[in-house]
């Protein structure tokens, strides 16, 4: 294990703080942990690291459930200060905060950057603007953009948060949503599909027949086009899925809630990329990592029994790669499905990236 591996995350939830108002979806404070005050942080913290198995991983406190942004100065500072103490003592390496994009500004970005914060999670959800109005965001796609532009600008590590199946959502949208973010070429992205929790507007909705969530099936099927796109394009996508504790799940209403989404989204993408192989090349070979095995046996094997009706040839190797040899030219898993994104969902032309998401 080494710098290169993803940071533990020990998450820090203040439901609302900061929020200008509540979106029709959100019950935060319903299905997240407890909040946490900043004088109760070290001892927090310290109970989450006890439980860590790779000590050379780093480590880092993320301020989630809110608008970081926006809340009271002393009380934003009380937060960072109590984590550049931890820092300090080199018990975590680093900070990260989740906004909304229409309450970022320069000063602030300073401000954070000067104090630990090394990402900033960006709360877009939507680059649609029918979809943003009807789901109660109150800002549009241009301010979206433009809020993630100047994270970006600041040198703060951009992450983006997305979701699927909101109110007025489809899948063309999505895929125009998938796209903006590629133009953007933030590091990180999550992407969860919209659930019907206890207590908010949506239930209303829902139970008035007004709204109808995304099948599971469905679900999966968007995501793992969007993360293929991600993959593709070099974006990490850190989580798919909504994680709600156990002891929290009572508060769904409906949705396409599964405890392994993120799983059902990277077998169901690496199927596409085998059918969309075998449509095009005669001849093929997986050369499959060990370690990803499951990218075969998960789900009930459906993908090895797909490979199988298939014309390809299957290797296992000890690499960690994922290559797939096409009429004796090998390529690795993410150029194939960058090719596989261009050529669904073909870039406008408009965007500041080449129809194959290079940066002109």
Known sequence: MGLTEPPYIIPVFLPYLGCPGRCIYCAVDRVCLDPVKPQ?????????????????????IGFYGGTFTNIPFELMNSYLTSAGRLIERGIIDGVRVSTRPDYIDRDTLEY?????VKVMEIGVESF?????MKSGRNYDSQTAFEGCEMVKMCGIELGIHLMVGLPGDDVERDMETAKKVIELRPETVRIHPTLVLRNTKLEEMFRMEHYQPLSL??????????????????????????????????????????????????????GKILRWISSRYENFTVVLSRKRMDLLNGYGGKNRRLLSNLPGKLEIVDDDEIVFILDDIPMDYEVVMKKYFKERHPFSGSERYDRGGNMR
């Open 40 to 60: 109760e942080i070290e001892d927090y913290v310290k109970r989450w690291v006890k439980f860590f198995r790779y000590t050379e991983r780093r480590i880092e």
């Open 112 to 116: 954070l950057k000067k104090n630990h």
């Open 128 to 132: 649609d603007d029918d979809v943003l």
């Open 217 to 270: 099936d469905c679900a999966v099927d968007i995501v793992s086009e969007m993360f293929i796109g991600f993959k593709g394009h070099g974006i990490e996508t850190t989580r798919m899925g909504f994680f709600i504790p156990n002891d929290k799940s009572h508060e769904i209403v409906a949705g396409p809630h599964h405890p392994s989404f993120g799983n059902l989204v990277e077998y169901r993408a690496f």
